[in-house]
């Protein structure tokens, strides 16, 4: 889940491009490919998935070329709000929430995840399942582990992605995803996936490629593991009073939110902050001069999905506006 707010970017990039084979193949890698298998085997992995999902796989160079390249970005905060929380995806998000009402409301009760944040983080890492990516995973994650830069997270991501397919969640021939290996409408990685998916329609696989209750009920279980608590929101835009410190506006400064009223803080409109025992952070996305927000402990738990103050607060935003707050 470490994906910077580039990541849909990039995943666009993907489906544009999605890699073709070297020319010729390479003796090394058929040689690190066999110890692949080797590995794979003893750990309980079968000669039929085994030939299924690595024969034939060979690297793919867009792949090293997208790993090598990721820009640094130098989107403005409110330009990258624009473009992901817009009229557009805000307007889809609320039909699609009324839409699988019924199944976010039961998901939303078994995990105690308020249904607004899943459909925003489904909005927002897909785009509501339209933008999943069309990378083969297997071949992918053997790319970016063959390659040494990151060799140890990869080869073990790898070797997730094999006991996903032999657990029968979904086919070799279909394991698609992002150029990283990340995967489904959910973008899982396959660590993630073992930790985190759930088979909520109790068919045995858990499909978050393409059965919507296994997507969000997935994305309701990963929050809920890393500790959502659905009695809070995720936090809001306020304003700082004038010469506020910057140096304040930090994950590591935690007061109450009678304390930061104390200090001058106030809604975005003026008014008394919420008269709740919250421990809350303000956060300042933009830098200095910029929108700044009041975060609590479930904004935090976005973070852990995808540690970009970007994605976290735009998850938060449309969450909002797809629920009319």
Do not use: C
Not at 140 to 158: C, H, I, M, N, P
């Amino acid at each position: 889940m470490k994906r910077t707010f580039l990541k849909l970017t990039l995943i666009a990039v993907g489906f544009l491009l999605p890699g073709h084979a070297f020319a010729e193949p390479d003796a090394k890698f058929i040689e690190w490919l066999d110890g692949v298998r080797t590995e794979a085997r003893a750990s309980g992995i079968s000669e039929t998935i085994l030939d299924q999902s690595l024969t034939g796989v060979e690297p793919i160079p867009r792949i090293i070329e997208l790993d090598r390249n990721q820009p640094e970005s130098t989107i403005t905060f409110t330009q990258y709000i624009d473009r992901i929380v817009n009229a557009t995806r805000v307007k889809k998000g609320r039909a699609l929430y009324d839409k699988h009402r019924v199944i976010l409301d039961q998901v939303g009760a078994e995990f105690g995840v308020q249904p607004r944040f899943i459909v925003a983080l489904w909005g927002i890492e897909t785009n509501f399942g339209g933008f999943t990516g069309g990378f083969p995973v297997v071949s992918a994650l053997a790319t970016l582990a063959y390659d040494g830069r990151r060799s140890e997270y990869f080869r073990s991501e790898l070797m997730k992605a094999l006991q996903i397919l032999e657990e029968g969640h979904i086919a070799p021939k279909d394991m698609k995803g992002s150029w990283a290996g990340a995967m489904g409408q959910s973008q899982f990685m396959p660590s993630s996936f073992l930790a985190y998916a759930h088979d909520h329609d109790g068919d045995g696989a858990k499909d978050i490629w393409n059965t919507q209750a296994d997507v969000f009920a997935s994305a309701a279980n990963y929050l809920k593991g890393v500790g959502w608590n659905d009695d809070l929101t995720w936090g809001r835009e306020v304003r700082v009073p004038e010469g506020f410190d910057a140096s304040q506006a930090s994950l590591d400064v935690v007061r109450s939110i009678a304390e930061w009223q104390q200090l001058g803080v106030r809604r975005v409109d003026g008014t008394n902050l919420p008269a709740r025992d919250i421990q809350a952070s303000i956060i300042l996305p933009g830098g200095p001069g910029q929108p700044a927000f009041m975060i609590y402990d479930n904004y935090r738990a976005t973070l852990r999905w995808n540690r970009s103050h970007y994605f976290a607060t735009a998850v938060g935003l449309l969450s909002d506006r797809i629920a009319y707050r």
